[in-house]
């Protein structure tokens, strides 16, 4: 599948499930890239791995009490995957939706940014935190 492949599917995955239904601003679609990745720090706070990816079981605790964890819970969403790659995969789908709503070739970006980086001296911009 190619890059622009993806993002038809994405987009139209979104359409189909309502969230182009009522306009979006720039400003909410920034801030919503945002919040992912904000959810990504908080994974990686949290102790997980930047290559974990888990299931989190919202009835676990509850029914941990009573005996053993709920399997498989629509409930729950058992099977939806958590994680650092889970957000990051957030971001990048929200990005690609927002592209292809936009007609943004986000493909010819990626590659123009890249060979433009390929130019950087060594180090450049690389900031200690």
């Not at 009522?22 to 791995?49: K, T, Y």
């Not at 058992?78 to 995969?89: F, H, S, T, Y």
């Not at 929200?94 to 130019?119: Q, R, S």
Request: aromatic content about 6%.
């Amino acid at each position: 599948m190619t890059i622009k492949e993806m993002m038809l599917s994405i987009y139209q995955n979104a359409k189909n499930h309502g969230w182009w239904d009522e306009p979006r601003s720039f400003g909410d679609i920034i801030a919503l890239i945002h919040s992912e990745a904000s959810e990504a720090l908080e994974e990686h706070r949290n102790g997980h791995l930047p290559n974990e990816t888990y299931v989190n079981c919202k009835l676990k605790e509850i029914r941990a009490k009573g005996g053993g964890g709920c399997g498989v819970c629509k409930f729950c969403q058992a099977n939806k995957p958590e994680g650092i790659p889970a957000e990051l995969a957030d971001i990048v789908i929200h990005v690609m939706d927002y592209c292809e709503h936009e007609g943004i070739d986000l493909e010819k970006a990626i590659l123009e940014k890249h060979e433009y980086n390929k130019t950087h001296s060594f180090g450049h911009e690389i900031e200690k935190i």
